[in-house]
């Protein structure tokens, strides 16, 4: 669903203006802000990790650092890229902090029965499982919240023109993935349960 | 194959950005929790703030506006329809029914009924279906279905008519296993609910001809025995009914079956072949592998050793060609279940090797040594870790 300009300026203030409340005391305000974006941010957090509880985990703590954080926020950049930014910095902390435990993780959800996995997940995953870690960002930053370059280089911080280019290196990759109808041409995708 | 035209591509990208945008999986809101956990912690410096608050009526008019966001945020949310789900599972790309295999081998399987023609053809609605080829040989089910009476570019839907709505996606495509628009059953039984005995299921374009459609279901054991009714319906695009076709399967089973459970180890690493399954028309190959890929000189600095593959040679020096060989943009984990299929031999071998091997890979561009169209890339034998395994009839 593509916003409409003008709504899509109308949400961003009112976001501002809850974050306003929640900045001056109001606590409770912050429920209203975590149910705006946390479908979207465990969508973010459970592709980049693979794993439930794992993602249940990272979203609770994004929010509850980002309302820590809430002091640092200003209007200059949407409070949405923000959070995203505070996202996206405590995901790469994750990874690097527990590159081994992801790895168990990851062992274990093969083991897991397959018809736990609904089917389009697996397909994005194995989607996902031809861009590098830099790559998955960009794509789903750019899914989850519709960004332009210019708000993922927010996020990300990194040059729009840098992210454009590595845009369009990821969607050629994935294209060729798409569009390969069979023939050998780069090699095949294996199996949905198999190696990874 | 051409790349389709640019528009077609950014349609298609759109709609995969479009399905990871609606694919949430949450299932509880974490407000409450979060909410909880903050409970007690205060924002620092949550003072500098204090001093404007907001008199009571901007709070009303502001909590208002709150109620209406989140009425925003339910509608977007939205699902996926089984029709989006069904749209990438054409992605594990399958070659041919036959690819690697001799006239002496289709031959045998022919005569073992492991590959029939069973030459059924099915009417709805001006469109008509064709099963042709089918093969079952324990391990694998294949068939392909051709479709006559509709002139569309593919066989399945590309990704961006599937999340129309199904009124408006154009008639004829044939729909996938996962939305439930193809069901194979074996004696009345769906063998795909659940995927409990699936490795990997492929349904798609076949490659090699126009207007046709082919299914490859990989099975994790032999499970449903050498003799059963195939029953395979489908339904497609724009119309009503669903194709059925009722195929008797009796095979002679001929599979090798071996077990060496052999380890070849060197330095950090280590694999085990737990299984082979030789049948006319496929071998399989099961290995666990444990431990770093040994490096060679020249896969230092930018350049990696990609995860071990394993070729198949029997006791003539022929190489069997690997049916799908996984790429990964990502160095190689520590730990690997192999489970893969290859050509058949020509004939039962006496003895078979498997030569592991890795690509060398550059890590910025995920680049092999040697990668062209058609090669995977120049293989980096590994005689140390090569295995010979006697073949016992």
Not at chain 1, 158 to 183: F, H, N
Not at chain 2, 110 to 117: A, R
Not at chain 2, 260 to 278: C, G, Q, R
Not at chain 2, 346 to 374: C, H, M, R, S
């Amino acid at each position: 669903m593509q916003p409409i300009p003008g709504e899509a300026e109308e949400k961003k203030a009112q976001i501002e203006a809850v974050i306003e409340r929640v900045q001056s005391g109001d606590k409770d305000a912050y429920g209203l802000i975590i149910r705006q974006f946390e479908r979207q941010m465990y969508t973010y957090c459970y592709y980049i990790l693979k794993n439930h509880a794992e993602t249940e985990d990272a979203v609770q703590e994004i929010f509850i650092r980002a309302y820590l954080n809430l002091h640092k926020y200003s209007r200059q950049v949407s409070f949405s890229a923000w959070l995203y930014k505070v996202a996206y910095h405590h995901l790469i902390n994750m990874k690097k902090k527990q590159g081994r435990w992801v790895q168990l993780v990851d062992k274990c959800m093969e083991e897991q029965p397959v018809q736990q996995i609904t089917p389009h997940d697996t397909m994005i995953q194995e989607l996902l499982t031809y861009l590098t870690a830099e790559e998955r960002h960009i794509l789903l930053l750019k899914s989850v919240e519709q960004y332009s370059f210019e708000e993922m280089g927010e996020v990300m911080g990194v040059k729009s023109a840098t992210l454009r280019k590595k845009y369009e290196r990821l969607r050629r990759k994935l294209m060729d993935r798409v569009l390969e109808k069979g023939e050998i041409a780069h090699g095949k995708i294996a199996g949905s349960s198999g190696v990874r | 194959m051409e790349k389709l035209p640019d528009p077609v591509e950014s349609a298609e990208m759109e709609a995969i950005e479009r399905m990871i945008r609606q694919s949430s999986m949450q299932k509880t809101s974490l407000s409450d929790k979060i909410m909880n956990r903050i409970g007690e912690m205060e924002m620092s410096r949550t003072e500098k703030y204090a001093k404007n608050k907001p008199n009571i009526m901007k709070r009303a008019a502001l909590t208002a506006a709150a109620t209406a966001i989140l009425g925003g945020g339910l509608v977007g949310s939205g699902f996926v329809s089984p029709v989006m789900a069904d749209a990438l599972k054409q992605i594990p790309m399958f070659s041919t029914l036959f690819e690697g295999t001799s006239e002496a081998a289709v031959k045998a399987a022919m005569d073992q009924g492991l590959v029939i023609d069973p030459n059924l053809s099915v009417t709805h609605d001006g469109i008509t279906l064709k099963l042709s080829d089918l093969l079952y040989d324990g391990t694998r089910l294949s068939f392909i279905l051709d479709r006559e009476g509709v002139d569309l570019p593919g066989t399945v839907a590309p990704f961006s008519e599937r999340e129309k709505p199904e009124d408006q996606i154009p008639k004829g495509y044939i729909k996938g296993a996962e939305a439930a628009g193809t069901t194979l059953l074996i004696d009345g039984k769906d063998i795909m609910k659940g995927f409990e005995n699936i490795q990997t299921a492929g349904f798609g374009d076949f490659s090699k001809r126009e207007n046709a459609y082919m299914a490859e279901v990989q099975f994790k054991k032999p499970v449903w025995g050498n003799e059963f009714e195939l029953t395979i319906r489908t339904e497609v695009t724009g119309v009503d009914e669903v194709f059925e076709f009722k195929v008797p399967v009796k095979i002679e089973d001929n599979t090798v079956l071996l077990k060496p459970n052999a380890t070849k180890t060197l330095e950090d690493f280590s694999y085990n072949v737990k299984e082979m399954v030789i049948t006319p028309v496929t071998t399989r190959l099961v290995i666990d592998s444990k431990g770093k890929v040994p490096r060679s000189p020249e896969q230092s600095g930018d350049y990696i050793a990609s995860m071990m593959y394993y070729d198949i040679v029997d006791d003539q020096g022929n190489l069997l060609k690997q049916r799908q060989v996984g790429l990964f943009y990502s160095e190689p984990k520590t730990e690997y279940h192999v489970d893969e299929l290859y050509s058949p031999f020509k004939e039962t071998p006496k003895t078979i090797t498997i030569k592991p091997y890795t690509l060398t890979v550059n890590k910025n561009t995920w680049k092999a040594i040697g990668e062209t169209q058609g090669s995977l890339g120049t293989k980096n034998y590994i005689k140390d870790l090569e295995m010979t395994i006697p073949v016992e009839k």
